[in-house]
């Protein structure tokens, strides 16, 4: 009965999930008309999700007949899709969910790929590694020997080429999450599911700059500073980082009131977060009002509690990329300074790589045949750019309810 159920499961969600794959290009706002490597766009409830990626409707067609190709083409918005391998005529595959530190995206991640267990046929073992590099890579050779079947893995910046050796010396497939893999010359090495990080920065201070006035009404832009995160051993983050400045610059060519906040002094968390924001708060009374995008939540609630006890909370605003920690905030009825986020959720992560990582245990699809149509011509693999928007406490649970209808869990 239960794998009669959940077979009826994959058809009810093959038919609409490849129901919604249609997509058109998209505007990157604040760098103009630009085609993006998955060309196309997520419309969201409110209509202006200005998301690089969706629908997979520019990749060449997959594979029929048990050919090995590219079956992502059958993507839905959210990257979902099935091959023409029935999950349940074959053995269970048992991946790795493997990641550094428990955040809260991470675990989240985790909770959405176990919920799509039955309809691909899968069990997942999950793992932390509580912040230790060699105890990650002692694991994934201890899970290999096991006879897992593959991994979705957060590989850690700060010793990715180590990691991805040792994930290459497995012989198993894999794919990463968040964090990119490149090399010497900047080419994506590892398929991953992410954001593109000067876009999404970029995006953080436009929309900063689109709604300010809201908050504050007419201000002394000259009297505006930034108060800009980065985790600079990260280089996702960092071009977060890159991509706010620019767009500030842009805006307020005269205005020299940018601070860099870099969590390399402390960590990834948000003690780092509050101790960089305060002593930046504290050392330039001349800035009147800040803007502060952040490369990482956990940063962003940092700041959050800094202009809280500075009591300047009233003449700041925060933004941040990801969306686990200022929802949980929202849920319990925060109203503060932390205002916006680029929201994403966990199954924009968890579908395209589970789909992808079976794909590739299926033998449906190759390692250079996986989402090569959206691969940039300058990547050895595909860096694949989840879809997002900017949300507010107004407009956060819309998007969510979205992005659940495109999972097919509603």
């Known amino acids: 009965m239960k794998k009669a159920l959940a077979i009826l499961i994959v058809i009810v969600l093959a038919l609409t999930l490849f129901a919604c794959g249609d997509g058109n290009t998209n505007e990157n706002s604040g760098g103009g008309t630009n085609t993006t490597p998955s060309g196309s766009t997520n419309t969201s409830p409110s209509g202006t999700n200005t998301s690089p990626s969706g629908g997979l409707d520019t990749a060449p067609s997959g594979s029929t007949g048990g050919e090995v190709g590219d079956p992502s083409v059958n993507a839905n918005t959210i990257g979902f899709f099935m091959d023409d391998v029935d999950p349940y005529s074959r053995e269970t595959y048992t991946i790795v969910w493997a990641y550094m530190r428990p955040m809260q995206l991470f675990l989240n991640i985790r909770d959405a790929l176990v919920s799509m267990e039955s309809v691909f046929n899968v069990k997942f073992i999950d793992y932390c590694a509580n912040s230790d590099i060699d105890a990650m890579i002692q694991n994934i050779e201890i899970y290999a020997d096991q006879g897992v079947d593959g991994y979705i893995i957060v590989i850690d910046a700060s010793a990715n080429q180590r990691i991805k050796e040792v994930l290459d010396g497995t012989g198993l497939p894999y794919i990463g999450v968040l964090n990119s893999v490149r090399d010497s010359s900047g080419a994506a090495t590892v398929h991953l599911i992410g954001m593109e990080g000067i876009t999404v920065g970029r995006e953080m201070t436009s929309w900063l700059f689109d709604n300010y006035k809201t908050y504050w009404g007419e201000i002394d832009t000259s009297k505006l500073g930034l108060l800009n995160f980065t985790f600079s051993p990260n280089a996702d983050f960092h071009d977060?980082?890159?991509?706010?400045?620019?767009?500030?610059?842009?805006?307020?060519?005269?205005?020299?009131?940018?601070?860099?906040?870099?969590?390399?002094?402390?960590?990834?968390?948000?003690?780092?977060?509050?101790d960089l924001a305060?002593?930046?708060?504290?050392?330039?009374?001349?800035?009147?009002?800040?803007?502060?995008p952040a490369c990482l939540e956990l940063y962003a609630q940092g700041a959050m509690r800094a202009a809280e006890n500075l009591g300047i909370d009233d003449r700041v605003l925060i933004i941040a990329t990801n969306s686990d920690v200022l929802a949980a905030l929202w849920d319990s009825g925060y109203e503060g300074c932390f205002v916006a986020c680029v929201a994403s959720t966990a199954y924009q992560y968890g579908a395209p790589a589970l789909s992808g990582l079976v794909s590739l245990m299926n033998g449906t699809s190759t390692f250079d045949s996986l989402w090569s149509g959206i691969r940039l011509p300058t990547d050895i693999l595909t860096f694949y750019e989840i879809g997002y928007e900017v949300v507010t406490k107004d407009t956060y649970q819309d998007y969510f309810d979205f992005v659940r209808r495109e999972s097919g869990l509603s």
């Open 240 to 274: 977060r980082y890159l991509g706010n400045e620019a767009f500030f610059k842009e805006k307020l060519p005269g205005n020299n009131n940018i601070f860099p906040a870099d969590g390399v002094t402390g960590g990834l968390n948000e003690e780092t977060g509050y």
């Open 278 to 292: 305060a002593a930046l708060f504290a050392a330039n009374p001349q800035v009147e009002y800040w803007f502060v």
